[in-house]
């Protein structure tokens, strides 16, 4: 009993030191901020590790997020964006991203060991995949023009073929098939109906119109930013006037090749 009412006073004594008990409040001076030896201003995050021997390989304008995370056997391919905060972890089997799939913010794409199916434990992910925010893939496979909702996992052994669209929040078990063209959804996720011609081409469509909105990120990154030339154009830059419009002469465009680089 002794012991412990020691124990218990060094300790009370020990955090007075950070807080006033009679008034139950933080001291002006001495914070604990100010008191801890493993606080650092600078961060030690990088966008892209290598682990054991294994790289990220990654393509042409693709766009990885500064905050993002992807190691291992990963390959990205070309005009591939991956969000902020997502991570890619390639370091137990690979990671295959085909060209411009989107990968949204939060997401988190990992393997296992092995699968009891015996198939492999990799992930692949098609082309013009969109993939929503907060998204977790495990070992699986989705096809081409695939479209996965917002905070939607889909478990190891699963297979999403090409043009099917998984509800938001909903969840595919292991070693469950997703048929073409169709939506699914829930917890699991049973069918809900068919997809139209139109549909399927809007998320054909949509691939592409957030590829560029991840190259306008890119380009807002360089130390001479010029985003700003893709502004949306105003009626008065359409509407040119006389003055405006340059004639040049057959004689004068020889000239131009001659001290200029045509590319």
Not at 40 to 46: A, G, N, Q, S, Y
Not at 68 to 85: D, K, M, P, R, W
Request: glycine share 6%; hydrophobic share 35%; net charge negative.
């Amino acid at each position: 009993m002794i012991k412990r009412t020691l124990l218990y006073s060094r300790t009370i004594s020990k955090s007075a030191k950070y807080f006033d008990l009679n008034k139950s409040k933080l001291p002006v001076k001495n914070s604990i901020s100010d008191n801890l030896d493993y606080f650092e201003k600078e961060t030690k995050h990088r966008p892209i590790y290598t682990i054991y021997d294994l790289t990220p390989e990654i393509d042409y304008y693709s766009f990885i997020a500064p905050n993002a995370t992807v190691l291992g056997e990963v390959s990205i391919g070309n005009g591939v964006s991956v969000g902020y905060n997502s991570v890619i972890r390639g370091d137990i089997n690979s990671v295959e991203i085909n060209k411009l799939a989107c990968i949204g913010d939060h997401c988190v794409i990992h393997t296992a060991n092995s699968l009891p199916t015996g198939l492999p434990a990799s992930v692949s992910i098609g082309e013009t995949n969109i993939i929503q925010n907060r998204v977790t893939l495990f070992s699986c496979i989705t096809e081409k023009n695939v479209f996965i909702g917002h905070g939607s996992v889909v478990l190891e052994g699963s297979r999403i073929e090409q043009g099917a669209v998984i509800l938001p929040n909903s969840v595919v078990p292991p070693g469950r098939i997703i048929p073409a063209h169709q939506v699914w959804g829930g917890n699991p996720v049973r069918y809900v109906r068919d997809l139209k011609q139109s549909e399927v081409f809007s998320n054909y469509a949509n691939a592409f119109s957030l590829w560029n909105i991840s190259r306008s990120h890119v380009e807002s990154m360089h130390v001479y930013n010029y985003s700003y030339l893709e502004k949306e154009s105003f009626k008065e830059d359409l509407d040119l006037a006389p003055e405006d419009i340059v004639t040049i002469n057959e004689s004068d465009y020889s000239e131009y090749e001659k001290t200029h680089i045509l590319l």
